[in-house]
């Protein structure tokens, strides 16, 4: 009877190993410092306080159903202008879509917020892993290069995610 318990529990494992491969978890992220060259427009919702909120969740959703229902054109972009990661009180956040311009209509409750050109950035950036997995991957590399290369770390942090499970996280640095 232990030998079948320990089988199950083998193939289970294997199981769960397998499904995260598929779901891109053991790709490794592109890392490079870049300057960003244009403007990036976004389409959403400001959101200022825990993380724990019954208020934050429903905004991914609600940006996500506005991509889904073609309301608006673009990416799931997540701004935070402070470290999602660390923020103990309160986060400051942005989440929407990015968009190629602001002449499309929106959606109500929605705003549009630009990100002007020249910010430099650490950025990481992932293919072919769900949206689900890419920021635990993204963060730490895109943090990580930060430390290595001795810069500074603004309270600049930007998640997008395209289509074909393309992701990339922008990290804002001196």
Avoid: C, H
């Avoid at 089988?7 to 891109?24: D, E, S, T």
């Avoid at 427009?41 to 996500?64: I, M, N, S, V």
Wanted: proline share 7%; no cysteine.
């Amino acid at each position: 009877m232990t030998r079948y318990i320990f089988l199950i529990l083998i193939l289970l494992a294997i199981g769960l190993a397998g499904y995260y491969a598929y779901l891109g978890g053991f790709k490794q992220p592109t890392v490079m410092l870049e300057t960003q060259p244009a403007p990036l427009y976004l389409a959403g919702q400001p959101f200022k306080g825990l993380a724990t909120d019954d208020k934050f969740g429903p905004l991914f959703r609600q940006a996500k159903s506005v991509q889904d229902g073609g309301q608006l054109k673009g990416d799931l972009a997540n701004l935070y202008l402070n470290n999602p990661g660390s923020a103990k009180d309160t986060i400051q956040a942005f989440i929407g879509l990015a968009v190629a311009d602001t002449t499309q209509p929106l959606p109500p409750g929605f705003r549009y917020r630009v990100i002007p050109a020249g910010q430099r950035v650490m950025t990481a950036r992932l293919e072919g892993v769900s949206y689900l997995l890419a920021p635990a991957a993204l963060y730490p590399a895109a943090l990580k290069a930060v430390q290595e290369q001795k810069l500074t770390q603004r309270n600049f942090f930007l998640e997008r995610f395209g289509a074909g499970e393309k992701s990339e996280v922008w990290v804002g640095v001196k």
